[in-house]
Structures are given as structure tokens and as C-alpha cells.
């Protein structure tokens, strides 16, 4: 833990890989981490007076930004896990949020970093946390020094999937929840692909909402090929106007 931390920053969950969270291997998809991570990240807010119930009572919630995830190793069914998430600091009208996954031994199993917005639910405007939540404890330790690099606009891609809008895709701001963007990315590579990596890098750019019933088109194009290939993604409404995420995916064979 940085020297700097304050008290109350972190926030320490313990997980354990459950059937339904793992893969046809017995591993856990990268889904189920992400959910790990949402719940974790609520249940800390939520400590430190700023989850969603309460902020909705303001007209405020939530809404994230960027995401840059690092999978290191990928647990099996029945592993104990334990997961460390911590808010550290501002960028502007960003609230900076990191997360940290080890094993029973303390081996790092994946590292994120993510940037939210405060949003007035009557304007639709972002709001400065630090004026509208007030002072809350940070540690500025970074678990992922992203800067949250631009990501490129796919012009022409490789391949395209749609998708529908399920009512259990929405979360409680009642649109797409952000994990549904990744795995969507992550089901628009082919089948014999997929059988064979496993994502080690996950950047993406929320940039639109989706709601139930819309349908989503999802391009994706390989940027560099090899056993580390890296793929790059548009997500669309299905008229093409609207874009809601970018993603970048590097992949372990």
C-alpha cells in the first residue's frame, strides 16, 4: 500500500470461482472477473456514502468512462481470490478507480484501473465529484498506470456481429451495463479463435448508451496478428450513427 493512503481507501472482498462463473476449461471467463470488480467497486462506494441508492436520491449516479484490464493468470474453479479496489484520485471531472486480484498466496492475478463520471440525472451533465461528494479517502497507488491512450475508430472491419438488447443486459441506470460492451467484443471473434486465447489485455472507451430492444452491431479488425494478436473494435447502434464503446483486445495463445 502507498505511504500516502488514507484510511478507509481500500476495500478487501474475498471470491470464490463458482461453476457458472468459469469457462469450458474451468477457468473463469473474464466476464466474471468484471462482475467481481462492479461489485466490489458498489459495495465500496457504497461505504464511503456514495453508492447509487444514495446518490440517486441526489439525482446523481454513476457512469463509467474507461477501463484498461490486465489478466495475468486465469484461476480455476473453486479458487479463493482476493480482491482489493480503491478510489484514487481525480483527472478533471474523472474519478480515478483501481482494483487488484490475488491468489490464497498473494500472486497477482489481474489489475485494472478505471475512470467514472458523476452524472446530474435532470441536466445529464457531468458533475465534479469532489464538489458534489465532498472529501472520501484515496490511495494514490495506481494498480495499472494507464493513461487511457485514444483508441483508433474501426473504418473497415474484419468482421461484424449484432446484437440485441436482452432486459438483462441493463443495469440500475437502466441502459447497457459496461461489462455487456466487452463481452460483446469478446464474442465477435470467431469460434476456433476463441477455443484457443484468452484475452491478456482489455481496453475500452464507453461512449454511448444502448437500451432494451435496440440492436448493436459490433466491428472488429485485427490490428496485429501472431500468438500476442491484438484486435480493435467499433460497437454501433444498429443504424451506424451512434458509437457506443471502442475497444482494444491484445490476446494469449
Given at each position: 500500500m502507498?505511504?500516502?493512503?488514507?484510511?478507509?481507501?481500500?476495500?478487501?472482498?474475498?471470491?470464490?470461482?463458482?461453476?457458472?462463473?468459469?469457462?469450458?476449461?474451468?477457468?473463469?471467463?473474464?466476464?466474471?472477473?468484471?462482475?467481481?470488480?462492479?461489485?466490489?467497486?458498489?459495495?465500496?462506494?457504497?461505504?464511503?456514502g456514495a453508492g447509487i441508492v444514495e446518490l440517486m436520491k441526489q439525482n446523481l449516479t454513476w457512469v463509467i468512462s474507461r477501463y484498461h484490464i490486465k489478466f495475468i493468470k486465469y484461476p480455476r474453479w473453486k479458487s479463493s481470490l482476493d480482491l482489493t479496489t480503491w478510489p484514487c484520485g481525480h483527472q478533471g471531472l474523472f474519478a480515478l478507480r483501481e482494483f487488484e486480484l490475488r491468489d490464497?498466496?498473494?500472486?497477482?492475478?489481474?489489475?485494472?484501473?478505471?475512470?467514472?463520471?458523476?452524472?446530474?440525472?435532470?441536466?445529464?451533465r457531468p458533475s465534479p465529484p469532489a464538489?458534489?461528494?465532498?472529501?472520501?479517502?484515496?490511495?494514490?497507488?495506481?494498480?495499472l498506470a494507464s493513461t487511457f491512450e485514444p483508441l483508433p475508430a474501426i473504418a473497415r472491419a474484419d468482421l461484424e456481429r449484432s446484437f440485441s438488447v436482452r432486459m438483462s443486459d441493463l443495469d440500475w441506470n437502466r441502459h447497457v451495463n459496461h461489462v455487456v460492451y466487452i463481452a460483446w467484443a469478446l464474442e465477435t471473434a470467431p469460434s476456433g479463435f476463441l477455443e484457443k486465447h484468452r484475452p491478456a489485455e482489455v481496453e475500452a472507451d464507453f461512449r454511448g448508451e444502448a437500451f432494451y430492444g435496440d440492436t448493436a452491431t459490433s466491428r472488429m479488425k485485427t490490428l496485429t496478428a501472431g500468438p500476442a494478436s491484438q484486435t480493435g473494435y467499433s460497437i454501433f447502434k444498429e443504424d451506424g450513427r451512434k458509437e457506443l464503446a471502442r475497444l482494444r483486445i491484445l490476446w494469449r495463445g
Open positions: 502507498d505511504e500516502n493512503a488514507e484510511a478507509g481507501a481500500r476495500y478487501h472482498q474475498r471470491y470464490k470461482v463458482r461453476s457458472y462463473e468459469s469457462d469450458q476449461t474451468g477457468r473463469l471467463r473474464p466476464v466474471s472477473l468484471l462482475n467481481y470488480f462492479q461489485e466490489a467497486a458498489g459495495e465500496h462506494a457504497e461505504k464511503l490464497e498466496q498473494g500472486g497477482l492475478l489481474a489489475a485494472a484501473t478505471s475512470s467514472w463520471m458523476l452524472i446530474d440525472l435532470k441536466t445529464k464538489e458534489r461528494l465532498g472529501p472520501y479517502p484515496k490511495d494514490p497507488h495506481r494498480a
